[in-house]
């Protein structure tokens, strides 16, 4: 966790306890990584669409625009295309539903509480480690996880307060988003 490279602006977005708190409408952000090859973003949005109070910012990467169909997805989700500013629409955010990548580390720096599935097999580690450690819920493997248990998961969390707080708090511990500068001291300590 302490050698993970990120942007600065993730640090500097943090979530604060005090915004994580009952809504009438919550905000979910769905975000599959660039390309998104197993088209997990519609299985996922398919699954909590129903959910009536939440609005869905759906993030779709660079790879992903020829997978859109915006006409068949309900006003209640706002498609997002490859924002450069990405830690904003995570920071306001009230869930995140993401892969166990980098996007995870991105979402503990920030303390953005988070249900994560792994993508592919170097993912299960973090999804797993990150689980262990109370950071979000890990919902395992894509192809060997049952996506109809999305929905009640996210009304779950989203009514669950103290967890989500709890998640928040963990997740800053675990990733302070200083990587750079501890990997620049290593390495300058090596050059001199």
Known sequence: YEYFLTN???????KKLYEIKSKKKYNVVVSCGGSDVNNLTWKIIREIIP???????????????QNVNVK????????????????KFFNKSDL??????????????????????ATVKQQ???GLEFSK?????YMGFWNEFDFSKIKSITEELLSNISKRKQMSSTGKGLADGNGLQRFERIVSSVIN
């Open 133 to 137: 450690s109370k950071f979000g819920i």
């Open 96 to 117: 995140v539903i993401c892969t166990s990548g980098s996007t995870l580390f991105e979402l503990a720096v920030q303390g953005i509480p988070c249900i994560h599935i």
């Open 124 to 126: 299960i580690p973090y």
């Open 51 to 65: 959910i009536s109070n939440i609005k869905i910012q759906v993030i779709v990467g660079p790879l992903m625009k």
């Open 72 to 87: 068949k997805i309900k006003k209640s989700v706002e498609i997002v295309y490859s924002p450069k500013n990405i830690w």
């Open 8 to 14: 600065p602006e993730f640090s500097k977005n943090k």
